[in-house]
């Protein structure tokens, strides 16, 4: 991890706004976070995870506060400027679609080409590059409707790896899969931070493979949010964390 900070948020409240009402979840947010780091971002059912990637991402307006990618406030960058920085993997399915995973993943260089027929030899360098890494090379010409959950979550992985972005945030990337993707896909997401020095936000209720490959985790709680690395949390014996609506404790 180097320090060059690539999203800071200062004095956010997020949520979302229905009927001219703030529906406030998460308050008085500051956080930084760096170029070549895994952050794991932990919490109970509701308390908030997906809402903060979904702020940081452009997907939400926080309420209050400002939210900064690279130095930049991010009110003021455009989408496709965002689109160049932040890939994003949420958990929800794409609804009213069905394209093959070869589409979907193709997709994700849409930002640099703004076409699925304007594919240059680089671009389906990146496109082929994600497909292997996530092992997809089997699957690519089935619709979205023939794939499994886990393949689905796969391909929408790929698609984010394909857009080639300094910062990914991925919301339970891990679900739907068996132990053996749950392991490759941290492993591969460990190799993207060091190696390509991205920054990626992740938020699982797989604590093991978020202790065993992140540097620092996010602590959601109704108390705020705390930031720590898991070299301290592995090391103090009386470390309790919440997740899932459980306690667990490492020693």
């Known amino acids: 991890m180097n320090e060059t900070e690539c999203i800071s948020i200062k ?5 979302y706004i229905k009927n001219n009402n703030h529906l406030t979840v998460l308050k008085n947010i500051n956080a930084s976070f760096f170029m070549g780091e895994m952050v794991g971002i932990v919490g109970i059912n509701g308390i908030g995870k997906s809402t903060l990637l979904k702020s940081i991402s452009g997907l939400i307006l926080p309420l209050t506060g400002e939210i900064f990618i ?3 406030p991010r009110k003021q960058m ?4 965002l689109s160049q920085q932040i890939s994003v993997v949420l958990t929800e399915k794409i609804e009213g ?7 979907i993943v193709s997709s994700g260089q849409m930002p640099y080409s703004n076409s699925f027929h304007q594919l240059f030899n680089n671009h389906k360098a990146y496109i082929n590059e994600a497909i292997k890494a996530c092992n997809l090379s089997d699957h690519i010409n ?10 689905f979550q796969k391909t929408i992985i790929a698609k984010a790896l394909a ?3 300094p910062i990914m945030l991925l919301d339970e990337p891990s679900a739907f899969l068996d132990y ?6 941290f492993i591969l997401l460990k190799k993207l931070s060091e190696e390509k020095n991205k920054c990626i936000l992740i938020s699982s209720h797989d604590l093991d493979l978020l202790l065993k490959y992140c540097n620092r ?9 705390e930031l720590i690395s898991t070299k301290i949390a592995k090391e103090n014996k009386s470390f309790q964390i919440i997740s899932g609506g459980h306690i667990q404790q490492y020693y």
Do not use: P
Request: glycine share 6%; charged share 20%.
């Open 163 to 165: 857009q080639q972005t």
């Open 78 to 81: 455009s989408l496709m400027e």
């Open 180 to 185: 053996a993707s749950k392991h490759d896909i």
């Open 11 to 15: 004095n956010a409240d997020l949520g």
């Open 142 to 151: 089935k619709l979205s409707s023939e794939l499994s959950d886990g393949l």
């Open 217 to 225: 985790l996010l602590i959601i709680s109704e108390n705020g949010c």
């Open 70 to 72: 690279n130095q930049r």
């Open 97 to 103: 679609f069905n394209l093959t995973a070869y589409d």
